[in-house]
């Protein structure tokens, strides 16, 4: 069992930054792949980010790429989101999940998520 809690969330305005964090706690942190997915109202929930735990390989939504980063600290049991030059469109609730499955990009494919945190940039 994973437990993950995710913070940072908050408004700002466009073009603005924000960096999510998510705490994991319970089995072996470092053994699990890591995503971000976010789901805007009206909408599914879609994928942001992933990063790897064996080699921290990276990947991201096209939307996001250029402008989002993710990364962990395996020390700290801790994902985290930088999000820098922000969009309206970037308002959403943004999850934190875990897999135990390498590159998994979809919703289906993650095992453990948290409460989500919300993102809100005002134009």
């Known amino acids: 069992q994973v437990q993950l809690l995710e913070s940072g969330g908050g408004l700002v305005q466009a073009g603005g930054s924000l960096r999510l964090s998510c705490a994991a706690s319970?089995?072996?942190?470092?053994?699990?792949?890591m995503g971000w997915f976010r789901q805007a109202p009206g909408k599914e929930r879609e994928f942001v980010a992933v990063?790897?735990?064996?080699?921290?390989?990276?990947m991201l939504a096209d939307s996001v790429k250029g402008r989002f980063t993710i990364s962990r600290d395996n020390a700290k049991n801790t994902v985290y989101l930088q999000m820098n030059s922000l969009k309206p469109e970037d308002t959403a609730v943004y999850y934190c999940?875990?897999?135990?499955?390498?590159?998994?990009?979809?919703?289906?494919?993650?095992?453990?998520w948290g409460q989500g945190t919300q993102v809100t940039v005002s134009s």
């Open positions: 990063i790897n735990w064996k080699d921290s390989g990276t």
């Open positions: 319970g089995r072996t942190f470092i053994r699990y792949v």
């Open positions: 999940a875990a897999s135990p499955r390498m590159g998994v990009i979809s919703v289906l494919g993650y095992d453990y």
